[in-house]
């Protein structure tokens, strides 16, 4: 799975907290799985899929 820029929105909490809300698009249950398993693997923590 490949994201692109325009699949991916951040934004911030709070100005100055280290704390964001990224978004991911997918189109398939598999590519939300796959999402999450590499923010997983770049230390994401209290990640959710919502359909």
């Known amino acids: ?3 692109t820029e325009g699949d991916i929105t951040i ?3 709070i ?3 280290a704390k ?3 978004k991911a698009h997918a189109d398939s ?3 939300m799985q796959e999402a999450v398993d ?3 693997n770049y230390g994401g923590v ?3 899929i919502t359909v």
């Open 1 to 3: 799975m490949e994201f």
């Open 11 to 13: 934004t911030r909490v």
């Open 15 to 17: 100005a100055g907290e």
């Open 20 to 22: 964001v809300i990224l």
């Open 29 to 31: 249950p598999r590519e």
């Open 38 to 40: 590499v923010l997983r």
């Open 46 to 48: 209290d990640i959710s």
